[in-house]
């Protein structure tokens, strides 16, 4: 499976990217803790994330070993970002032994002041 990429999260921007580098002809392996997998993205629905570094790392001959993590970063009251989503998927990859890169993309989800 070469030209690989992962990304992590399916909503907006997640389901973006696996759709549009799908179109482009690379294989998109994808994890969502909802379940949610975009269009054209390999069947390939791992329980954990561990499960998707695990196959992405151990049995991709070739894999770029490039995560995208497309997280949703709400915002407080007070305007700054909740970034304790990113952070926890950050630290679950930087467990798994091994080199890779997380590419992080992510759009804040916030509440409208009134």
């Known amino acids: ?8 999260g399916q909503g907006f921007v997640g ?3 696996t759709t549009v ?3 482009r002809g690379f294989s998109v392996l994808v994890y969502d803790k909802a379940g949610k997998v975009s269009p054209g ?3 390939y629905r791992p329980d954990s994330l561990k499960n998707l570094v ?3 790392e151990g049995s991709v001959e070739g ?3 490039v995560y995208f993590v497309c997280l949703p970063t709400p915002m407080y009251e007070d305007g700054s970002a909740d ?4 952070e926890g998927v950050l630290s679950e990859l930087s467990a798994v032994p091994g080199e890779r890169i997380a590419v992080v993309k992510s759009t804040e989800i916030g ?4």
């Open 1 to 8: 499976m070469k030209n690989s990429i992962a990304v992590i």
């Open 15 to 17: 389901g973006s990217l």
């Open 21 to 23: 580098f799908a179109e």
């Open 41 to 43: 993205a390999h069947d």
């Open 54 to 56: 695990n196959f992405a």
């Open 63 to 65: 894999f770029s070993k």
């Open 83 to 86: 970034l304790s989503i990113v």
């Open 111 to 114: 509440r409208a002041h009134v």
